[in-house]
């Protein structure tokens, strides 16, 4: 492995994964729903690949599903694509990351990362070639974590050609604010900084939180590379259908990198997207009250086996402060956590640069059955 890939040899995910089920334990670790998307949505897979879209979909991706995404953008958000030249299918959130940096930075550059970060984007800055500047998110006494601008405006230098957005957050769960997205957008368009917006987490708000894509402030649309996918909207992960919206120009830099890394991918996965995003955002809205419900029962449940827990506006994560039940690492109590009690998490630490500053933080996922996270509470009641 060459020197500069060499800290991304094994991910946290893969780890906790392999600690869990060696240990029967229940996995809270990596962030995947238990249950299937949409019924039709399946229906409409099924019936493309019995259908014959099993040969390549067209470059940028299948004709009905770019529609689809530009029709979802413009009435959610009131910000218009062009289905034709706008707007990119690719391989999951995590191909249109990678290939937006490799096509937009290379050597010299330098990329604003906003820490935690999740752990493709470092691996990522590092494909290609370019520099991260990290930035950490403020942990606030009301238990969230929020976006101080003014060491985000520090970070910046003339070698800053870009920064890196992720919200609704993981591992946080923090979901940024219309006046910090506001704020971001001021310093992108003053120092002509290009923006990359993972925005997988799109739907799944609580309470009065709410998703403003960074695109639609003043100055940003055609600076700002706005990614997302259908993994988290419709719990289906593994099919690694994602998109990227932006400028013509900036859209075929990311197809030049994009068309030599996977080239195309998920033909038949394709028109199910474009049906789900069509038809089934009243099941999202569904999907969403159920994960803010499981947000507050795992919420509950940690706080009474000991943990302090911190607030979660978005995604499927909780983060929970470990130092009360007396411990100081939490990279420390996650590896024997499967053996000790058969719980699986992710400690924080292993999402930033500053693992010391993040170390007492433990991120557990609550898209999981209620009965599943019943048992790892009750399990996690043993650590008292
Ligand atoms: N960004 C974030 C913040 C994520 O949490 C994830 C996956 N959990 C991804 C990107 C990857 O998305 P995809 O599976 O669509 O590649
Ligand atoms: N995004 C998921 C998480 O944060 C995991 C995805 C992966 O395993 N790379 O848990």
């Known amino acids: 492995l060459v020197p500069r890939l060499q800290p991304f040899s094994s991910t946290i995910f893969a780890e906790m994964t392999a600690l869990a089920v060696r240990h029967e334990a229940v996995n809270l670790g990596q962030g995947f729903p238990d249950t299937d998307g949409p019924e039709k949505m399946l229906k409409a897979a099924q019936k493309a690949l019995f259908g014959g879209a099993n040969q390549y979909p067209p470059g940028p991706g299948r004709q009905e599903l770019r529609e689809a995404i530009a029709k979802h953008r413009a009435e959610r958000y009131g910000i218009e694509y062009d289905p034709n030249g706008e707007i990119l299918v690719t391989a999951g959130a995590t191909e249109a990351i990678a290939a937006t940096l490799i096509a937009l930075t290379e050597t010299g550059d330098e990329v604003i990362v906003i820490e935690p970060y999740y752990d493709s984007y470092t691996a990522a800055v590092a494909m290609a070639g370019a520099t991260r500047r990290v930035v950490s998110l403020a942990e606030g006494a009301d238990g969230r974590f929020a976006l101080d601008l003014e060491t985000v405006r520090a970070a910046i230098t003339p070698a800053t050609r870009a920064i890196l957005v992720n919200s609704p957050h993981n591992p946080t769960g923090t979901v940024f604010t219309r006046a910090e997205l506001e704020g971001l957008a001021k310093l992108c368009v003053e120092h002509d900084l290009i923006a990359i917006t993972d925005e997988v987490y799109e739907h799944l708000t609580f309470d009065e939180a709410e998703h403003f894509p960074l695109a639609g402030f003043p100055g940003m649309r055609d600076r700002t590379v706005s990614i997302s996918s259908a993994g988290k909207s419709f719990n289906c992960t593994g099919w690694k259908i994602g998109w990227v919206c932006s400028s013509p120009e900036l859209v075929a830099a990311v197809k030049a990198a994009k068309q030599f890394i996977t080239f195309v991918s998920g033909g038949p996965l394709q ?50 402060d470990v130092r009360p039940l007396g411990f100081t690492d939490a990279a420390e109590l996650a590896y024997q956590l499967p053996e000790r009690v058969g719980v699986a998490a992710v400690p924080v630490k292993v999402f930033t640069d500053h693992p010391d500053e993040w170390k007492h933080l433990l991120r557990f996922a609550f898209c999981k059955e209620d009965s599943v996270l019943d048992e790892a509470i009750e399990r996690l009641h043993k650590l008292g």
């Open 271 to 320: 028109p199910a997207v474009a049906y789900a995003l069509d038809e089934e955002l009243d099941w999202v809205e569904i999907l969403r009250g159920s994960l803010m419900a499981k947000r507050d029962r795992l919420s509950a449940g940690l706080a009474e086996a000991g943990f302090a827990v911190r607030k979660t506006e978005g995604t499927y994560f909780v983060c929970a």
